[in-house]
């Protein structure tokens, strides 16, 4: 729908016209790019998205109308009965390439060097519409090639082709005034307001909607081609917000991570903390399990461990604690309270996590945990918190600790530590056992988000070193102690979730995702 | 200019045996189904009008994603007529097996072979049935489009006395 | 095998006249497995034939290719399609300009192009193409010829062939690789001096042909050797798929350019040699004539060869020219697009055919409407030619198997792809 855009006022009954000789028939309130979408016809568009409002500045989207003289841009026009849309006409077709020749009149032949190359809807639509060779025998005009524009974002304001769209991003989804366009025709330049940068939390959305490489990351500007890039849909897992991304990864690392579509949870956006939280996965991993710091087998590991926890658990079960974090997805949060409820008998489960931060009422969760209702629901209500934790730890009531997920200081007073952590941090050295984890790029699973949705994580990469993800751990750890647990994968550990948790019963583990290489996909614009 | 070809298909079999046809740049096809393989190609080669003597090709094309997913397809000639066909059926995965056409064309018998070391596809009748291109011990059907173009195969090493 | 204490055999030794021993004593024999290949001096592109032979003949075969697989289909799916080119040139390498145009041509069809390709690039690809055709004959019947152990024709026409392939280095950079067609036209122009060059070194093109007629075709240890052995009939071509040089010597005229002409081939004069017994001379014969054809067919290209671009002006399918690359955003932008993502081709299928040096060579390719094709079937002649050897072998003598497997003119990369 045309964000920011006041509705049109037509009647509720849905909309009959024709498009290309064909009689359809719309619901009213589209417009004209909108309906020609929804029955397949390509329109080429620049200036248009559909999360922002649409102020027809590009002029790519023009149709013809029967009876208007002169063609008009669909992105604006709503669609009204008895009207006649061509968009295959010649004269429609000159009108793109016109449109296009002046858009490429002085654009700068920066594709080798350029970030949106293969991924560039100029480079799309100048393939897909226009072939024309040049006619411009002139020199360009030049503008700025390096602007720095504030925390995140580079500027060539010489590729800038003037459509507005990061203005809009900044002005309707961060709702800050960072970005104006300056000057007019053809030295318009796109610069920051008088007086500020651009530093909004919502910065580098506008490096996604840039149609061209105007705007760049500095963090991904030079460090990957586009065609190189898989793309595995997953959850951000920076705050209880649970934004859709899609991981880009080539080569089995991580290199940008981008929004993907869902209308109930973040539309098209996602904040610039989210989109730096992959750097942890490719930093500081524990690649090996390890015994009293030296690095050892799997089995020796586990074996060592449902010692020590046997140990623990046979001198009493009340000093034996399970401590897991927000951070990891249902599975692991399940098969783990699972595992300290059957096979270690305490019910001294502790669920810690990232202290809360800033938050605004846009996207961004002050619960900086991407699972903590999820971790809420299936522990039930006897979970105890991290100030439990500290108080007991000072207390010397617990002695005996499982730490899963993310890392707590440790204490002195534990006799028993056995670590199941992904990096390497001080409870790996004190341990006795450290056991590798599986972080949340590298499984299939799922978190349960601050509005109570199960959203589904599919793994984009090979676990790092050997680790493993977190409920396949639990199996073995409860093998090793004499249980005869049967999970194969994470999803029948899902379905006993959904089993447990009457909330999320009607959660559905979703299809099989292959990832896409971006190479020959359509331009993400 | 293959039209007759198409017809004579329309003439003799009702619509479950030929599931469609068509005409695409010039080439006429037409999709059959695969329990009346053999019975279209043979009256293809028999009929005084179309008279497809000639057996040019047979291959296999893996339409991943789609049921059937793999698709046999033969083309034939008359050297006569100076006309020629494109014959497609759909095979499903669990069960690629079709008839054999050797007995019609002895030059099928390689053809298919090769279809059934790169695909996998079994042809009911064939006298041989063995790989053609590949070693005889090779693992797997190397053009089906989820077996990946670089791997390794397991390490061969002749017994001394082992026959072929 | 017998357990020879089993079986109660009566060993004659000395000069007895084997025709003198009683009608139902049989001198004992065992065949003998026999491997021919496919490290072997007469396997041609490497194949392994492994006989059942009794004494000297033959008794069974069994053909076995696939030694020289380079998995052409699996990487024509993974590269885009001009990166195809390259592959092609590898399948039939002795007359890699027949498959470069072919597949050339089978694109073409799937973009609706075919139409619009420039007419002096149509007639530079049969020029290149019958030289190819040319090069291809020379081969077989020089290594054929030297297997009979007539070594001097080998000499003969290795010396033609290195005229010619040096004439195809002057223009496309490699003798055999050439690479030189495009999807829309070939590479670049024919060099300044083709023509004359062309013209002298089929002048002397003949001359050897010529000498080594005057060797072979009449010599009685040649025709010994080579009439009524391997001889394939009229309905083995129909049934085997029999085409080019080994179709024709059976007496079924079928040739593509004549009768389902492309590019500019019905242009031209020229006749099909067609043959009537089917034996390994007849397929010499027929490749001798079909070379003195090629040379006509060249004459007359030269003669009518028109000016013009050579690729057609189509930036969604040809390069643009790289003055324009490096100077204009536009032709930037095609030049990214048409290597980075390939040519579009919309989705469909074609089976398009040409006449290769072996007979019809087939490009049945799928596209799914990417810049990577979803399959590139080759149809390769001498695959079908091969398979006929099971069926002509057994009976003959193993000697008669060196020139009944060289007139077939196997080339194991068309083979075997």
């Known amino acids: ?525 | 200019m293959a039209k007759i070809i198409l017809d004579r298909l329309a003439q003799q079999f009702v619509a479950g045996e030929i599931l469609e046809t068509g005409s695409q740049h010039g080439n006429e096809w037409a999709r059959v189904a695969p329990a009346h393989w053999r019975a279209v190609a043979q009256f293809l080669r028999d009929d005084l009008e179309t008279a497809l003597n000639m057996f040019i090709d047979l291959t296999c094309v893996d339409r991943l994603g789609r049921t059937p997913r793999f698709d046999v397809v033969m083309h034939l000639y008359s050297v006569d007529k100076k006309h020629r066909v494109r014959l497609l059926a759909g095979v499903p995965e669990e069960d690629p097996s079709i008839d054999s056409l050797v007995t019609l064309w002895p030059g099928a018998n390689w053809f298919e072979r090769e279809a059934f070391d790169l695909y996998g596809v079994r042809f009911a009748g064939h006298p041989d049935l063995r790989r053609i291109l590949m070693y005889p011990e090779f693992v797997g059907h190397p053009l089906r489009k989820d077996f990946p173009k670089e791997g390794r195969q397991p390490l061969l090493r002749r017994l001394p006395g082992s026959v072929d | 095998m017998d357990d020879p204490s089993q079986t109660a055999r009566r060993v004659v030794i000395g000069f007895g006249d084997a025709a003198n021993l009683p009608e139902d004593d049989e001198l004992p024999t065992e065949s003998m497995p026999l491997n021919m290949g496919p490290s072997h001096p007469a396997m041609h592109g490497t194949v392994r034939m492994v006989l059942e032979v009794d004494g000297e003949k033959i008794r069974s075969a069994d053909v076995q290719v696939g030694y020289l697989h380079r998995c052409f289909e699996k990487e024509a799916e993974n590269a885009s399609w001009t990166q195809i080119f390259p592959y092609t040139d590898r399948l039939n390498y002795v007359s890699p300009m027949l498959n470069n145009v072919g597949y050339a041509l089978a694109v073409e069809k799937l973009l609706d192009i075919d139409k619009r390709i420039p007419e002096r690039a149509q007639f530079i690809r049969v020029i290149v193409g019958e030289i190819s055709r040319i090069t291809d004959h020379l081969t077989c019947l020089a290594a054929s010829a030297m297997e009979l152990a007539a070594f001097t024709v080998f000499f003969y026409l290795m010396k033609a062939r290195e005229w010619l392939w040096e004439l195809l280095e002057e223009l496309s950079g490699a003798r055999l690789t050439h690479s030189y067609v495009r999807i829309g036209g070939v590479v670049a122009d024919l060099t300044d001096d083709f023509c004359p060059k062309l013209r002298d070194i089929l002048r002397r093109c003949r001359a050897s042909i010529d000498d080594v007629d005057k060797m072979l075709t009449s010599n009685r240890i040649f025709r010994d050797r080579m009439d009524g052995i391997g001889i394939i009939t009229r309905d083995d071509a129909l049934g085997w798929g029999l085409t080019g040089p080994v179709g024709r010597s059976t007496g079924l005229a079928y040739d593509v350019r004549k009768d389902h002409p492309y590019l500019v081939y019905d242009r031209f004069d020229f006749d099909v040699p067609v043959g009537s017994k089917g034996d390994n001379f007849d397929r010499y014969a027929v490749r001798l004539e079909e070379m003195r054809q090629s040379m006509r067919i060249l004459e007359q290209a030269m003669d009518l060869l028109p000016a013009g671009p050579v690729l057609i002006d189509d930036a969604r399918v040809a390069l643009p020219p790289k003055r324009e690359v490096y100077n204009t955003i536009e032709s930037m932008i095609a030049h990214f697009k048409l290597i980075m993502d390939g040519i579009v081709v919309p989705p469909g299928e074609i089976y398009s055919f040409t006449e290769g040096g072996n007979g019809e060579l087939g490009f049945y390719i799928v596209s799914n409407g990417t810049g990577q094709p979803w399959k590139c079937r080759v149809r390769p002649p001498c695959f079908a030619n091969l398979a006929v050897l099971n069926k002509l072998l057994p009976g003959l003598f193993i000697a008669d198997l060196v020139p009944t497997f060289g007139m077939i003119n196997m080339i194991g990369g068309e083979c075997d792809r």
């Not at chain 1, 989109?275 to 690649?287: D, G, P, S, V």
């Open chain 1, 1 to 525: 729908m045309a964000g920011g855009m006041p509705a049109p006022v037509v009647p509720r009954a849905n909309v009959k016209m024709v498009i290309d000789g064909q009689a359809r028939e719309f619901p009213a309130g589209l417009t004209i790019l909108e309906a020609c979408q929804r029955v397949g016809i390509k329109v080429p568009f620049f200036c248009w998205h559909p999360g922002l409002s649409a102020p027809a500045v590009c002029r790519q989207c023009l149709v013809e109308i029967k009876g208007f003289p002169k063609p008009i841009p669909s992105c604006y026009t709503p669609v009204a009965d008895k009207m006649e849309v061509v968009t295959n006409s010649k004269k429609v077709f000159d009108v793109r390439r016109q449109m296009l020749e002046f858009t490429l009149l002085n654009h700068p032949i920066d594709c080798p060097i350029c970030d949106k190359a293969g991924e560039c809807m100029l480079q799309k639509h100048y393939f897909d519409w226009d072939a024309r060779i040049a006619r411009n025998d002139g020199g360009k005009v030049r503008k700025a090639k390096v602007v720095d524009l504030g925390r995140h974002i580079v500027l060539d304001q010489e590729r800038c082709i003037l459509c507005t769209r990061c203005i809009r991003v900044c002005n309707e989804v961060a709702r800050q005034q960072d970005l104006v366009m300056a000057f007019r025709g053809d030295r318009q330049l796109l610069t920051t307001a008088p007086g500020r940068r651009l530093d909004n939390p919502y910065s580098l959305n506008t490096v996604d909607v840039c149609p061209v490489g105007a705007l760049t990351a500095k963090d991904f500007r030079f460090s990957m081609r586009a065609w190189e890039l898989w793309a595995t849909p997953s959850v951000c897992p920076g705050c209880a917000t649970g934004c859709n991304i899609e991981i880009h990864a080539a080569r089995n690392v991580i290199r940008r991570l981008v929004p993907r579509l869902n209308p109930a949870v973040n539309k098209y956006w996602m904040c610039d903390d989210g989109r730096l939280t992959y750097k942890t996965l490719h930093e500081n991993r524990l690649a090996a399990p390890m015994i009293a710091g030296a690095a050892t087998s799997w089995g020796a590991a586990l074996t060592e461990a449902a010692r020590l926890l046997g140990q623990a658990r046979d001198k009493s079960p009340a000093t034996l604690g399970v401590v897991l974090s927000a951070q990891m997805t249902n599975e692991d949060i399940f098969a783990f309270s699972r595992l300290a409820t059957e096979c270690l008998r305490t019910d001294r489960v502790y669920l810690v996590g990232a202290p809360d931060g800033w938050c605004d009422d846009i996207l961004v969760s002050a619960d900086k945990n991407p699972n903590t209702t999820g971790a809420k629901l299936i522990g039930g209500p006897t979970l105890r918190t991290a100030a439990d934790l500290k108080r007991d730890l000072e207390a010397g009531v617990v002695t005996a600790l499982l730490l899963v997920g993310e890392a707590v200081g440790p204490p002195d007073s534990l006799q028993t530590l056995v670590a199941v952590t992904a990096h390497q941090d001080p409870s790996v050295a004190a341990a006795q056992v450290a056991l590798p984890l599986a972080m949340w790029a590298e499984v299939d699973g799922s978190f349960t988000n601050r509005q109570g949705k199960v959203q589904r994580l599919y793994a984009a990469l090979a676990p790092a070193g050997q680790s493993r993800p977190g409920w396949e751990t639990a199996v073995r750890l409860a093998r090793a102690l004499g249980a005869a647990w049967t999970y194969g994968d994470a999803k029948q550990v899902f379905g006993e979730v959904c089993a447990k948790v009457t909330l999320i019963s009607r959660a559905d583990w979703g299809k099989p995702e292959m990832p896409v290489q971006l190479r020959f996909a359509n331009s993400r614009g």
